[in-house]
């Protein structure tokens, strides 16, 4: 266990440190599920696991809260696997290695877990805490939410009894979030012939590295590279010399920009010249473009392993020629809530390989008719290259309620604790919220959290002083719910 567990608030950090000994991504997650039943075993509390995956963990009202309001305590127990290309880590195996940086905590060349680690060791601090003043809680563990919200989706209504619902996975200490996009898993499959390699071709890997990625919704707007975007925007310009794909891969989750893609290319021998100018002069156009944004951007050429096939030249030119025509990010900003997109989507996985191609695009939008349009628009592309496209794991938005009595309420508390105003957001991410509370349309919903910045990608942190006005938000709320 790193420093962290000594820091402050003592029981969040110490549940967090645990939490980072446990490896838990997407589909992995029988560890850090048993060790939450051990948790409610050890403090004598009620859990139970559902058919999902999902794990729940009840603790009585303190003494003179009883007639309060049940609240739920609603965070999830994956995180997204994402490291550097120069960092020896397996996530089904290794533990996340966080440590201090300053003001922040951050994790060795891998994601750090505070998205939704954070969220659950605030609430197991809760269900631990002798002292704290609370009505009936009941605290939601939900199973696979990067990839999916599967446990959101499983979730049956009457299990839970609470009828306030915390959130405990947002990532701007400070602001209250009463709303989220929605969104749809594309899933785009193709095939292509081969032909035989032309004995004079040169081989090269060309690499594009070193973007920072990050969060497909929260981060979408802030003009971050696509490596997916880069790299087919050179290769389209290097087929005026006689280039030809062997392989191509990119990004590996459609929830996060892409920081890193890379394609095995032959090269006419008498190109090879053109070509290397070529790459050059676009390095330095991109490198310009993104200069405020990504400053360790790298654009590679280096010697490859010959290979005997290469994509046939149609498919190449199509399937190239769609990628770059794609929509990509930031399509539309909100109309009613300033500085808030409405309308986004993120190329996140690409693979061309062995005559078989695959594309994992992620949708998002406030409002679900812009949702479908956009996702008809995706389809309509690759299908007229004749690929296989498939919806999938689509999950609702979370419609703003600016009337909310817990918004009113949390917003007087933070005045009474910081002496200032909370802000008040919709994020362009998806929530659980919106699954949950249709399985739960009596429910008033409110998610907080600490500042974490760069989730979904190697340079995850999360802000340490934010972690305590969250857990004094956290505690000043619950002690002041009101009577049911």
């Known amino acids: 266990m790193s ?16 939490i980072c000994d446990i490896p838990h991504p997407s589909f992995h997650e029988d560890e850090i599920r048993e060790h939450l039943i051990g948790f409610a075993k050890a403090h004598n509390l009620e859990c139970q696991t559902d058919s999902a995956g999902n794990v729940i963990i009840r603790k009585p009202a303190t ?55 954070m969220g659950m060791a605030a609430a197991l601090a809760v269900l631990e805490s002798k002292d704290l003043q609370h009505g009936p809680i009941e605290a939601l563990f939900t199973a696979t939410e990067e990839t999916g919200m599967i446990g959101a989706q499983g979730l049956e209504p009457n299990t839970l009894q609470g009828k306030i619902l915390l959130n405990l996975d947002t990532e701007d200490e400070g602001e209250l979030y009463i709303g989220c996009a929605g969104g749809t898993r594309v899933e785009v499959k193709g095939k292509y012939t081969t032909e035989e390699v032309d004995n004079g071709s040169v081989f090269k ?38 280039i ?22 032959g090269i006419p021998a008498t190109s090879l010249a053109a070509c290397e100018k070529i790459v050059d002069l676009i390095n330095s156009d991109i490198t310009a473009e993104l200069a405020e944004v990504e400053s360790n951007l790298s654009i590679i050429m280096a010697d490859a392993e ?13 399937w190239i020629a769609a990628i770059n025509a794609c929509p990509n990010g930031a399509q539309r900003m909100s109309d009613s809530i300033e500085g808030v997109v409405e309308t986004s989507l993120n190329i996140g996985v690409l693979n061309i390989r ?25 389809a309509g592309l690759f299908k007229l290259l004749g690929a296989e496209v498939v919806f999938s794991d689509s ?39 919106g699954l949950l509370g249709s399985k739960y349309p009596e429910w008033d919903m409110i998610s907080f959290g600490p500042t974490i910045r760069f989730p979904h990608s190697p340079d995850e942190k999360v802000h340490i002083q934010s972690v305590a006005r969250f857990w004094d938000l956290l505690v000043a709320t619950l002690k002041v719910i009101p009577e049911a």
């Open 3 to 18: 420093a962290i567990h000594e820091l402050q608030p003592h029981a969040l950090w110490q549940h967090f440190a645990a």
């Open 63 to 117: 003494a003179g809260m009883e007639n309060r309001v049940g609240v739920v305590l609603q965070g999830h127990m994956d995180m997204v696997p994402q490291k550097n290309s120069d960092t020896v880590h397996d996530f089904t195996t290794d533990p996340i290695k966080a440590y201090i940086d300053g003001d922040w905590v951050t994790a060795e060349g891998t994601t750090l877990g505070a998205d939704n680690g």
């Open 205 to 242: 890997t060309l690499t594009i590295s070193g973007l920072k990625g990050g969060h497909s919704g929260c981060d979408i707007h802030l003009g971050r590279g696509n490596a997916i975007k880069l790299l087919a925007r050179i290769i389209q310009r290097l087929e005026a010399e006689g």
């Open 244 to 265: 030809r794909i062997a392989s191509l891969t990119g990004g590996s989750l459609a929830n996060a920009i892409p920081r890193e893609a890379s394609a095995v290319i």
């Open 306 to 318: 010959p290979t005997s096939e290469l994509m046939s030249l149609p498919a190449q030119n199509n």
């Open 354 to 378: 062995e005559g078989q191609i695959f594309v994992h695009i992620l949708p998002r939008s406030l409002v679900g008719s812009c949702n479908d349009a956009i996702n008809d628009s995706v």
């Open 395 to 433: 999950y609702l938005g979370w419609k703003p309620n600016a009337n909310s009595p817990i918004l009113a309420t949390m917003k007087q508390v933070y005045l009474d604790l910081f002496d200032k105003e909370a802000g008040v957001q919709v994020v362009h991410a998806g929530l659980e919220c």
